[in-house]
């Protein structure tokens, strides 16, 4: 009997240290990975020719044309990320494709960073180190540096998903007293244990001291912050993004913070990624522009690359997978 050939698997960037030894250690497939910094889409499509799976990371985009390049033999997209905008799901189901994905075990890692956007920004902390840094520290004065703290305040989160939920806590442990949510639909559940109201989008806006976005992005959030949001929301407010950059019309968001209509933006997500250097975002002394790092601790990314070598492995040999996209 001739002998079955061997399943491939192409991995879009080096792993983590941990995670790196387990893909190397699958000896019975033929593993590609691509470990020279970006990865173009052009590059992408060469080498997924021929794979049975693909592990991916949120800044590849999987789309129709990625899965023609593969071919038939493709039975798995394996995304280490828990977004999965960048995956054309419909094509995915057309095709019979698995797809999974990594909710859960990121999710403290990005609520402690979503929290740690918003200490930053109403603390007004990275302007405070620059001002130490660079000589401006002269005496103690009353008006230095103010910010606002978190003490009876609202905030607002769009999206009340696992990251909204663990937010929700971090804010009431600093003191937050009311927590409004906005989604497609109120989720009763959650609500009751982040003891959070569902209102209106302009009530949201309207009332929140800090408003945090932790929705995925799709055509209903897609530029859901405009000018106009902004404009609804309190000259004192402020904003942390850790969805997806689109969820923000960006040149809408230097237009609001020019102008002084809203207080200041943290965001671990922008588009596009990276954001060139020079972009008037980076201008703002009261707007913090992170690499995308809501997931980045050792502990939360091998859990993350450990989940997808599972489901890659798992889609390859026609096992369920432990967090599959409902397509
Ligand atoms: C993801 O995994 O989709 C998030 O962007 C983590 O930051």
Known sequence: MAAQPR?????????????QKRLESLTQYDVDQWETGPLSHEELLKCVKGVHGIFCLSSNEINKEVMEAAGDSLKVISTMSVGHNHIDLVEAKKRGIVVGYTPDVLTDAVADLAMALVLMVSRRLVEAVETAKTGGWITMQPNFLLGHQLTG????????????????TR???????????????????????????YVDLDVLLRESD????????????????????????????????????????????????SNGIIAGAGLDVVTPEPLPVDHPLYKFKNC????????????????????????????????PLQYALDI
């Open 153 to 168: 305040k609202t905030a607002g989160i769009i999206g009340l998903g696992r990251i909204g939920e663990g937010l929700a």
């Open 288 to 319: 913090i522009v992170l690499p995308h790092i809501a997931s980045a601790t050792v502990e939360t990314r091998d859990a993350m690359g450990n989940l997808a070598i599972d489901h890659v492995v798992a889609g390859i040999e026609g096992q």
């Open 7 to 19: 399943k491939r698997i192409f991995v879009t960037q080096r792993l983590t240290d941990n995670t």
């Open 171 to 197: 804010l009431r442990a600093f003191g937050v007293k009311k927590i409004l949510y906005n989604g497609r639909r109120p989720k009763p559940d959650v609500a009751l244990r982040a003891h959070a109201n």
């Open 210 to 257: 800090v408003v945090a976005l932790c929705c995925s992005l799709n055509d209903s959030t897609f530029h859901l912050f405009d000018y106009s949001a902004f404009r609804q929301m309190k000259p004192s407010a402020i904003i942390v993004n850790v969805a997806r950059g689109e969820v923000i019309k960006q040149e809408d968001l230097v237009a609001a913070l």
